[in-house]
Nanobody, 124 residues
Framework: QVQVVESGGGLVQPGGSLRLSCAAS??????????IGWFRQAPGKEREGVSC????????YYANSVKGRFTTSTENARNVVYLQMNNLKPEDTAVYYC???????????????WGQGTQVTVSS
């Protein structure tokens, strides 16, 4: 069984920063080969890929909408991945999800295991 838990969401003013965390655990097998993806879904919109990271070589991809503002990093020893979000904008408001998959991709269909999500609200 795989567990994925996000944390760190909240309310922040435009221009502010937040750091989300994703902790993954599994019983009976290793998660080392899994890609970690971050996705978000705003009300009335489809889920969109934000970033992903291959923890074996730290290769990362970002959506154009967050490039230069968001950074994904990993703490492999603890199977924890972070999403540092800077210069946040109101349009970044969404539920943010962490997910595990086998392909370095920003397509949600490539991901197998999902967390419950954490709300990020950017508002003055």
């Amino acid at each position: 069984q795989v567990q994925v838990v996000e944390s760190g969401g909240g309310l922040v003013q435009p221009g502010g920063s937040l750091r989300l965390s994703c902790a993954a655990s599994a019983s009976g097998f290793s998660l080392d080969r899994y890609i970690i993806g971050w996705f978000r879904q705003a009300p009335g919109k489809e889920r969109e890929g934000v970033s992903c990271i291959d923890r074996r070589d730290n290769t990362t991809y970002y959506a154009n909408s967050v490039k230069g503002r968001f950074t994904t990093s990993t703490e492999n020893a603890r199977n924890v991945v972070y999403l540092q979000m800077n210069n946040l904008k109101p349009e970044d408001t969404a539920v943010y999800y962490c997910s595990l998959g086998l392909y370095l991709s920003l397509y949600s269909t490539d991901y197998e295991y999902w967390g419950q999500g954490t709300q990020v609200t950017v508002s003055s």
